[in-house]
């Protein structure tokens, strides 16, 4: 069955970097568009990007646009979100889904904390 691991959260201050990472196993990678979804306590999940098949077509949340970037390794089978210029407000959960809606099988999901 599909799996997805996501990994690399943590707790950053606002203004710093963190490099998220999905990996993928029970599915043929490079056939499927891949999203990134966060969920902050209370909310529910917000799309942020999606990535076609071969990464050549990115898509973003305006909420994030310009500070974060998606990025796939197909002969890894892994999904990476570059997140920079971290907000208190990107406080969440943050997880990868298979599809391009974001609404695919999930993985665990991995924290993000962002302190002012």
């Known amino acids: 069955q599909v799996q997805l691991v996501e990994s690399g959260g943590g707790l950053v201050q606002a203004g710093e970097s963190l490099r998220l990472s999905c990996a993928a196993s029970g599915l043929t990678f490079s056939a499927y568009y891949m999203s990134w979804v966060r969920q902050a306590p209370g909310k529910g999940p917000e799309w942020l990007s999606s990535?076609?098949?071969?990464?050549?077509?990115?898509r973003y949340a305006d909420s994030v646009k310009g500070r974060f970037t998606i990025s796939r390794d197909n002969a890894k089978n892994i999904l990476y979100l570059q997140m920079n210029s971290l907000k208190p407000e990107d406080t969440a959960l943050y997880y990868c889904?298979?599809?391009?809606?974001?609404?695919?099988?999930r993985g665990q999901g991995t924290q993000v904390t962002v302190s002012s």
């Open positions: 889904a298979r599809g391009s809606d974001g609404k695919g099988p």
């Open positions: 990535i076609s098949n071969y990464g050549d077509f990115t």
